[in-house]
């Protein structure tokens, strides 16, 4: 495997369900996303992650939880979602240098969400 | 806060033809600057990143312009093919913030 690669590609649950979004990425990268793209409307930062530690968040809602076990691996867990959360969900990664910089980032292929 | 526009939204052009993308952004302090492609219902695949001490970087048929000063990036595309049709999306990190995107120029190539 090379790259990001983010499971499963495509997700239908509920609005009562729990399920999860994984990432991992292949390149030896110390930065890990979540982005959000939605119908005609640019990319949406949800979540950030240097080392493990997360670095930012972009005020997202409770029902989307995080999680970095290590700097190759990111989830996203999601609770009790609403329909209009169902979007394209892209995980990437960079090499951030040292001093708040960022690095050229790389996206995976992206989990298709579609809450009913 | 940062704020990236892309123009014209969409573009459809023959095959053959050079063209350009055209990316504006509000704070000249940036840090880089990156192209994506993005194939409907697929990730984004990164083309070319500018930092802030280039005015341009080329890969192949593609050639990307920086001018800080002007808050301007343009995507030179030439001799475009019906390969090249996706949506191009250019994003800056302005210094000591994450990457902006833009909406994007959705583009189409007849053969």
């Known amino acids: 495997e090379t790259g990001v690669t983010q499971t499963p590609r495509h997700l239908v649950m509920g609005m009562t369900n729990k399920k999860s979004l994984k990432c991992e990425q292949h390149l030896g990268h110390n930065a890990m996303y979540w982005y959000k793209q939605s119908a005609k409307k640019p990319l949406e930062l949800m979540f950030v992650?240097?080392?493990?530690?997360?670095?930012e968040n972009n005020s997202v809602p409770s029902r989307f939880s995080p999680e970095c076990p290590n700097s190759s691996h990111l989830f996203l867990h999601l609770h009790t979602l609403q329909p209009e959360d169902s979007a394209l969900y892209l995980c990437?990664?960079?090499?951030?240098?040292?001093?708040?910089?960022?690095?050229?980032?790389?996206f995976g292929e992206g989990s298709r969400l579609t809450v009913l | 806060k940062q704020e990236v526009t892309q123009i014209p939204a969409a573009l459809s052009v023959p095959e053959g033809e050079n063209l350009v993308l055209n990316c504006s952004f509000t704070d000249s302090a940036i840090y880089n600057l990156q192209w994506f492609r993005q194939d409907p219902g697929k990730g984004l695949t990164s083309l070319l990143l500018i930092q802030s001490s280039q005015r341009e970087q080329t890969s192949g048929r593609l050639n990307a312009s920086l001018d800080k000063s002007s808050g301007r990036s343009t995507l030179y595309i030439a001799a475009s093919q019906p390969g090249d049709s996706a949506t191009y999306l250019c994003?800056?990190?302005?210094?000591?913030?994450?990457?902006?995107f833009g909406e994007g120029t959705q583009l189409t190539v007849n053969p």
């Open positions: 994003a800056s990190a302005a210094s000591g913030s994450r990457l902006t």
């Open positions: 992650y240097n080392f493990k530690e997360q670095t």
């Open positions: 990437a990664s960079s090499q951030d240098p040292s001093g708040g910089a960022v690095g050229e980032l790389f």
